[in-house]
C-alpha cells in the first residue's frame, strides 16, 4: 500500500517494540485495517538503544504472565514471520545475599510453577556451576531462570513490523501525528503527510507518551529518567571459556547490589539501577527536545561508581576489559513503574501502550493485551496492575519525579506487604488527619488518600527498616491484635477518607442500574452490595448501593476504584441519567463493635434500631450525615458519612462519646484481617476478572429472576456447563509467613488452586486465607497443601460462609 491511508479502524501512534507489538497483535486478530504512525524511523524512541534483556521475573503475577507470553512469542516470531532474530536464551542467575531475599526468590519460583515455568533455587555452592566466574562467599542463594536471554530489540520491532505489514496491516514511518480532534464518531489525526481517520487511537508513544496524550486531553501520568549500560572489550579467558564449552554465560543480576551482567559477544555489558539516579526534562531549565531519535544522554558514569566496582568484585574478570562504549538513554516511568495499558481514562476510542520501563521484554505480552482491550473491550488476564486507571489524576508532575526516582532507585528492591514506600505522600489528607496522627497512626496511601494503616503504642518501631520483612509479626503485630480486640469486645473506629462515591441520579436510574448488576436493586432505604460483571460473566467490580430515593442511586466504591468504576458507569450510563462524583466532598468513619449502638445513641437520636443493610440520614454534632448500617469487620456498625467539613465535628463527638465505650481507633491493617475472617473479598485481590461471579461463591448476589443483566448469558451457561473452581476459606497451619498473593494451592502433587489473600485472623487465632480451588476439592474438611515461600503447609477448606460469627448474628445484632 503505497503513501498513508485515509482512514483505519485503529491507529497506533509510535513504532517502537511496543508499538510494533500491538499492530502485530491486532492483525493477529483480524483487525487488519489498521496503520502504525511513527515520526521517524521504527525503533526511533528507546527501543533502538535498549539492551534486550528478556527476563520472566516479576513480583506480580500479572506482569510476569506477560513476560512469559513475550519469551514464547520471541522463540518462535522469527520463523514465524521470516524474519529472523538474535534471541539468546542464555538463562539468569539472580544472586541473593539475605535471607529475605531468598524468600522473595522462592515466592517468585512458586508463581513461575503455577504458570508453568520452573525456575530453579539454587544453593550457593550450586551458583558457580551455573557461573564459573562470580565470587560467592557472602551469598545465600540464588534463583535461576532458563527461560531468560536477550533479543536484538530492533530485529524484534521489525519482525513485528513484518508479520503485521504481511497480515496487512500498513507502517507509516517519517509520518509524526501533531493534532488530534474527536468528531463525535472518529479521531482525525493530522500528520505533515495529510490526515488519517481512526475509530480508535493508541497511544504507544513511549517516552513522548504525555506529549502524545496531551493531543487528546490526556495528561499521562508519567516522567523520564536516564538509564545507562557500558560495553566492555572482548575477554581472551571468557572467549576461551565461551569456546570450550559452546555457549555464553547466564545473564547475572546482583539484584541488592542493583546490576545485571550480561556476556555480550565475548565481553560484557554492565546495567546499573544506580541510587542516586537522575531524573531528565523534569525542570524548566531541562526541557524535552521535540525530537530525540536516535538520540542519547551523555555519559554519566560518576554516579554509577559503586555499581562498577562492585560488579568488578563480584566477577573479577570484568576487571581485566576496557569500558568500550557507554549508553545513556531516556527510559519512561510511571509512578509505580509499571506501564500503561489499557482504555485511556476520559478519552473515548482511545487506549494506552506506553511508559514502558521494560518494554522489550514486555512488548510481546503488552501486544496481546492491547489488542484484547481494543478488540474485545477486555483481557484474558486481569491486567489491573497496567491498567491507565489506577492512576485518578491526583499525579501531578513532582509526584510522578518523586515516585518515578524512587522506583528507578529501588527498581529490584524486595516489595514487603507491610512497607510502605515514603516517596509522595501526603497527596490527600483526611479532615482529621491530625487528630488520629496525634493518636499514634502511621499512615499508607490508597489512591493519594493517608490513611492509618495500624496505631503505635509508646516503644513501637516506626521506622521503615522495621517494615523491610516478609513475616507476619512486626512492630504493628500487637498493636493490630489489640485493635481486633477493642472492635470485637468494645467498639473501634477507623478514619476512611477517599472511599469512592458516586450518585447518579435521573427516572429510570433503578432499570438502568439492575442491568448493570448481577443482583437486585435495594428498594428506598435500603443498601446492599453489587457486583458488575462483563459480558463473560467476570467480576469487573463490586460497590455498595444505597437507593437514595426511587430515581437515585449512591455508588460507593474502593478508593483505589476512583477512575476505573467511574469509566465503567460512565461508559455504560443510559441517555437522560446523570453521573456526580462526590469523593472529594465526603468522609466517612467506620465505628463498629458490640458497643457501636451506644457509642451513637450518645450523639445522635437517630433510629438506631433500624435493621443491617439499611441507611438513614442523622445528626452528628450539628452536622447531617448519612449513617448506613453496615460493617466491613463483621460486627455490629455503622459507616458515618460526613462531608468533608463537618468531619472533624462528628469525629470529635463520636471520639468522645465512645470513650465510656472502649472506643479504640483502628487500621486497615485491622480492618484486613476483620474481613478475611468474614470471608469478605477485596477488590483486584480476591475479586477481579481473573474470576466469574459464580467461581467467586457469590451466586447469593444473582437474580436469575431477571431477565437480563451485563454477563447473565455467560454466567447461565457457566451454572449449566459446572462452575470449574470455587472460592474457599482455609485455615492455613503457616508458620511466621502468611501465604502471599497468588500462592499455589496444592493437592497430590498437583496445584489445584491459589490463596487471593490470606492473613492472622485475630478473632480467631489463626492464619486464613481465601482463594480459589477446584471444585470437586472445594469441600469442607478436604486438606491441601499451600506453597508459603517455598514450603508446602498443611490448610483446610472451611464451611461455606464465614469463619466468624457464621450466621451474622453479630453483625444483625
Ligand atoms: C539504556 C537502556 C537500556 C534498556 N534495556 C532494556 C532491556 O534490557 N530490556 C527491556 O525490556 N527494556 C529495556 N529498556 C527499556 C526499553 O528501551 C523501553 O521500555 C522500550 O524501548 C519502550 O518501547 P516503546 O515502544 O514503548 O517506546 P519507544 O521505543 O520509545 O517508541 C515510541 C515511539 O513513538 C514515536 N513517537 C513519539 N511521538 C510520536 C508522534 N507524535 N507521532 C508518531 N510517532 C511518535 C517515537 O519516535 C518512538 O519511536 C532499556 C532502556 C534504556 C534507556
Redesign the pocket.
Known amino acids: 500500500m503505497a503513501g498513508l491511508p485515509g482512514s483505519a479502524r485503529v491507529v497506533i ?9 500491538c499492530l502485530y497483535h491486532l492483525a493477529l486478530a483480524g483487525w487488519r485495517d489498521c496503520v502504525l ?19 520472566t521475573f516479576s513480583a506480580s503475577w500479572s506482569i510476569m504472565n506477560m513476560q512469559r507470553y513475550s519469551a514464547g512469542l520471541y522463540r518462535t516470531l522469527g520463523d514465524q514471520v521470516g524474519y529472523p532474530m538474535n534471541y539468546n536464551v542464555t538463562g539468569s542467575v539472580r544472586l541473593g545475599h539475605s535471607a529475605e531475599r531468598l524468600l522473595e526468590f522462592r515466592r517468585v519460583a512458586g508463581m513461575g510453577r503455577s504458570q508453568g515455568m520452573d525456575l530453579e533455587i539454587l544453593g550457593p555452592d550450586e551458583i558457580r556451576a551455573r557461573y564459573p566466574f562470580v565470587q560467592t562467599h557472602d551469598l545465600t542463594g540464588a534463583l535461576y531462570d532458563p527461560y531468560d536471554g ?1 533479543i536484538d ?1 530492533a530485529q524484534l ?1 521489525q519482525a513485528l513490523a513484518k508479520g503485521a505489514r504481511d497480515m496487512g496491516a500498513h507502517v507509516e514511518r517519517f ?4 493534532q488530534a480532534a474527536w468528531t463525535g464518531t472518529e479521531w482525525v489525526l493530522t ?1 505533515p503527510k495529510g490526515e488519517i481517520r481512526a475509530e480508535y487511537v493508541v497511544n ?6 504525555a ?2 496524550g496531551r ?1 487528546f486531553g490526556r495528561r499521562v501520568p508519567m516522567m523520564v ?5 557500558m560495553l566492555f572489550d572482548a575477554i581472551p579467558e571468557l572467549e576461551a571459556w565461551t569456546r570450550e564449552v559452546g555457549h555464553k554465560l547466564p545473564l547475572l543480576r546482583d539484584v541488592d547490589s542493583s546490576y ?1 551482567l550480561r556476556q555480550e559477544k565475548m565481553g560484557f555489558n554492565l ?1 546499573p539501577y544506580e541510587n542516586p539516579c537522575r531524573a531528565h526534562w523534569a525542570t524548566p531549565d531541562d526541557p524535552m527536545p521535540d ?1 530525540f ?1 536516535f538520540q542519547l544522554f551523555p555519559d554519566d558514569l560518576e554516579r554509577l561508581e559503586f555499581q562498577i566496582t562492585d560488579a568488578m568484585a563480584r566477577v573479577p574478570l570484568l576487571a581485566q576489559a576496557n569500558l568500550q562504549k557507554v ?6 516511568y510511571t509512578p509505580d513503574g509499571n ?1 500503561l495499558i489499557g482504555p485511556m481514562p476520559g478519552v473515548p476510542n482511545a487506549f494506552e ?11 510481546g505480552g ?1 501486544g496481546k493485551v492491547l489488542a484484547e482491550w481494543v478488540t474485545e473491550g477486555a483481557t484474558e488476564w486481569d491486567m489491573w496492575s497496567c491498567d491507565p486507571r489506577r492512576f485518578t489524576g491526583f499525579e501531578d508532575h513532582d509526584y510522578c519525579v518523586a515516585k518515578g526516582m524512587e522506583v528507578y532507585g529501588h527498581e529490584y528492591a524486595m516489595h514487603f506487604p507491610h512497607h510502605v514506600w515514603p516517596a509522595g505522600r501526603m497527596k490527600k489528607a483526611s479532615p482529621v488527619h491530625d487528630r488520629v496522627a496525634a493518636l499514634g497512626a502511621q499512615f499508607g496511601p490508597y489512591n493519594g488518600w493517608e490513611r492509618a494503616l495500624w496505631y503505635a503504642g509508646d516503644g513501637d518501631d516506626t521506622s521503615e527498616d522495621a517494615q523491610r520483612t516478609w513475616a507476619r509479626k512486626g512492630p504493628w503485630f500487637r498493636a493490630v491484635q489489640a485493635e481486633c480486640a477493642a472492635v470485637r469486645d468494645a467498639c473501634g473506629i477507623l478514619d476512611l477518607p477517599g472511599f469512592s462515591r458516586f450518585v447518579v441520579t435521573g427516572p429510570g436510574v433503578a432499570e438502568w442500574l439492575a442491568l448493570q448488576i448481577t443482583g437486585k436493586v435495594p428498594s428506598v432505604g435500603r443498601l446492599g452490595l453489587a457486583y458488575f460483571a462483563d459480558d463473560k460473566g467476570r467480576i469487573v467490580t463490586e460497590m455498595s448501593v444505597a437507593r437514595l430515593a426511587e430515581d437515585k442511586v449512591l455508588l460507593i466504591t474502593a478508593a483505589t476504584a476512583q477512575a476505573h468504576d467511574k469509566d465503567w458507569l460512565l461508559r455504560h450510563l443510559a441517555p437522560g441519567l446523570v453521573l456526580e462524583d462526590q469523593t472529594e466532598a465526603w468522609s466517612t468513619q467506620i465505628l463498629t463493635g458490640p458497643k457501636a449502638r451506644d457509642v451513637l445513641a450518645g450523639v445522635t437520636d437517630a433510629d438506631l434500631t433500624r435493621p443491617w443493610l439499611t441507611w438513614q440520614t442523622a445528626r452528628i454534632a450539628g452536622a447531617d450525615v448519612l449513617l448506613m448500617r453496615v460493617s466491613f469487620a463483621g460486627e455490629l456498625g455503622w459507616e458515618i458519612h460526613s462531608r468533608v467539613a463537618d468531619t472533624p465535628l462528628v469525629w470529635e463527638a463520636v471520639w468522645a462519646a465512645g470513650q465510656a465505650h472502649g472506643l479504640r481507633p483502628f487500621g486497615m491493617f485491622a480492618l484486613n484481617a476483620l474481613r478475611i475472617e468474614k470471608g469478605y473479598r477485596a477488590w483486584k485481590g480476591d475479586l477481579s476478572t481473573d474470576y466469574t461471579v459464580l467461581q467467586a461463591g457469590l451466586e447469593r448476589f444473582v437474580d436469575w429472576s431477571k431477565p437480563a443483566f451485563r454477563g447473565r448469558a455467560a454466567l447461565a451457561a457457566e451454572k449449566q456447563a459446572g462452575v470449574t473452581k470455587r472460592f474457599v476459606t482455609l485455615r492455613i497451619a503457616a508458620g511466621e509467613l502468611d501465604p502471599p498473593y497468588m500462592a499455589a494451592l496444592w493437592h497430590h502433587g498437583v496445584v489445584v488452586g491459589e490463596v487471593t489473600s490470606a492473613g492472622w485472623g485475630h478473632r480467631v487465632g489463626a492464619c486464613l486465607g481465601l482463594g480459589m480451588l477446584r471444585t470437586d476439592l472445594a469441600v469442607p474438611g478436604t486438606v491441601v497443601e499451600v506453597e508459603v515461600f517455598g514450603d508446602r503447609v498443611r490448610a483446610e477448606v472451611m464451611p461455606e460462609g464465614p469463619v466468624w460469627d457464621a450466621d451474622n448474628a453479630r453483625l444483625r445484632g
Open positions: 501512534i509510535g513504532g517502537g517494540a511496543v508499538g510494533a507489538s504512525l511513527e515520526k521517524n524511523e521504527l525503533t526511533a524512541g528507546s527501543t533502538w538503544h535498549a539492551a534486550g534483556n528478556v527476563p536477550d530489540p520491532t509520518c509524526p501525528v501533531t500528520t504507544a508513544g513511549g517516552y513522548y507518551a506529549e502524545v493531543m529518567m536516564s538509564h545507562q549500560y545485571y546495567g525530537d531519535s549508553i545513556n538513554g531516556p527510559i519512561p506501564p501502550a506506553c511508559v514502558f520501563t521494560f518494554g522489550i521484554c514486555q512488548a503488552a
